[in-house]
């Protein structure tokens, strides 16, 4: 049965996955690059861009699992750019990725104002869509036929996606560093350990990885 996923997520050790103050410069706002350093040195990240080169240990063996099986993305507004409110008519953004993101799926962006449609090269197309978790969901499951959806971030969708128990895999990455200020991810979610088997991999790079494996619904504690 297809699964709803989340892969290479990254938070500070105060439970940011986000700084303030984001720009078109500055997707992670005040983070810069401190929570995707660990990411950047990867071959996994390098070969979506076309560099080659970077590490193939345990930092890349978790990253590279982001694409397997996915047949499509939820993403929020604030992953595909920094503006709030309705689209202007003359805003020809199409995201931080270029012209060929790396996605190649269908990518359902969950915004309350309307936008047509962005078709971009490799097969992935931005959709805009108004709705609740569970009927993003349900739209994205349809497109991805029998494979998995990536709840790519950023943390306000992921969490609203585990306070509707949604998720059924989660691989986090705590990075050493103290954000203070910008969007948790655990707000809210008190005991959301108890739905989940939980694992722990540290890796040389000073990241823990945590990978969640939702349990049976008859077994969560």
């Known amino acids: 049965m297809p699964l709803v996923r989340v892969h290479n997520f990254s938070i500070s050790l105060d439970g940011y996955g ?37 590490g193939r240990g345990v930092d890349d063996a978790f990253a590279a699992r982001w694409n397997e099986g996915i047949g499509a993305e939820i993403m929020g507004r604030a992953k595909f750019g920094p503006q709030t409110g309705p689209w202007k008519d003359d805003d020809d953004w199409k995201g931080w990725w270029g012209a ?10 969950l915004s309350h104002h309307p936008h047509p449609p962005i078709t971009m090269e490799g097969g992935t197309t931005f959709h805009f869509l108004d709705a609740k978790p569970e009927e993003a969901l349900r739209v994205a499951q349809e497109a991805a036929g029998d494979l998995d959806v990536r709840i790519g971030g950023g943390p306000t969708t992921v969490r609203e996606f585990l306070a509707a128990d949604l998720i ?17 991810l655990w707000d809210g979610l008190e005991g959301i350990e108890e739905r989940f088997d939980v694992e722990t991999v540290a890796s040389p790079s000073g990241v823990v990885h945590l990978t969640f494996q939702r349990r049976p619904r008859d077994q969560a504690a």
């Open 168 to 184: 059924d895999e989660m691989h986090l990455v705590v990075v050493p560093i103290v954000l203070g200020r910008g969007v948790r």
């Open 18 to 54: 986000t700084g303030e103050d984001q720009t078109f410069e500055a997707p992670f706002g005040t983070a810069g690059q401190r929570l995707t350093k660990w990411l950047l040195a990867t071959s996994t990240f390098r070969a979506m861009f076309g560099p080659r080169g970077g």
């Open 100 to 109: 060929e993101p790396p996605f190649h799926t269908p990518c359902f962006i």
